[in-house]
Structures are given as structure tokens and as C-alpha cells.
Nanobody, 134 residues
């Protein structure tokens, strides 16, 4: 059974960098059957796809967040990490990591950036609330 678990601080000050880690168990993040995404849901809004690290280590980001977002991985720990810099209160959200089947660059940059649903990914972490406030 695959499990994903987000971890990181629940409160971040404006202008600082948000850093979250997703620890995966029950499956390797380097298997060529899956890619690994970060998704967030601001209060009162829908799911927002932020970026992905593929099984091969390539990364793709939501264009509107690209300048502030970095996703990396530690294969020895079977973890992948999100860093979001220069945060503002608008970055307050529940942050999720999720597993999906490998998709095309077009899907990531043009489909998922418009709309993403829970059914687009087969396993999700429980989500972690991050609040940006001084």
C-alpha cells in the first residue's frame, strides 16, 4: 500500500521560503510508472497544481509560480521536497503531495494548470495546512 506524508512548518512569515517534504512509503519515487506532484488548495478555492518531479528527475512548474518554486528529491530517503520562496498571505493553503501516472509536458503545463481533480492522481497525502502570517 502506497502512502504519502507531508511534513513541514505550519506557519511561515511573509517573504520567507516555505519548505515541505513528502515521504513516500510502499513504492519507489524512481519507478518509471509514476510522477510526483505538489498541489495546494487555498481556503474557499479549488485545487491548484503547483509542479511535478518525474520518475526520471525532470521538473515542471505552474508558470505563474515557476520563478518561486523548486521541487527536488532525495532518492535515498524516498522523499521529494517543495520549496516556495517569497511567500505572501496568498500562499496560505492546504498543501498536498500526490502520485500520478506519467503525463506529457502539455498536460502538466496546459491542462493541469487550468484544472486538476483528485481523480487525476491515484494516491494523495493527507495534506498539511500552511499559513503565511507575521
Amino acid at each position: 500500500q502506497v502512502q504519502l506524508q507531508e511534513s513541514g512548518p505550519g506557519l511561515v512569515k511573509p517573504s520567507q521560503t516555505l519548505s515541505l517534504t513528502c515521504t513516500v512509503s510502499g513504492g519507489s519515487i524512481t519507478t518509471n510508472s509514476y510522477d510526483w506532484s505538489w498541489i495546494r488548495q487555498p481556503p474557499g478555492k479549488g485545487l491548484e497544481w503547483m509542479g511535478v518531479i518525474t520518475y526520471s528527475g525532470s521538473t515542471y512548474y505552474r508558470p505563474s509560480l515557476k520563478s518561486r518554486t523548486s521541487i527536488s528529491r532525495d532518492t535515498s530517503k524516498n522523499q521529494f521536497t517543495l520549496q516556495l520562496s517569497s511567500v505572501t498571505p496568498e500562499d496560505t493553503a492546504v498543501y498536498y503531495c500526490a502520485r500520478g501516472k506519467p503525463s506529457t509536458v502539455y498536460t502538466y503545463l496546459f491542462v493541469y494548470t487550468k484544472s486538476v481533480e483528485r481523480r487525476d492522481f491515484d494516491y494523495w497525502g493527507q495534506g498539511t495546512q500552511v499559513t503565511v502570517s507575521s
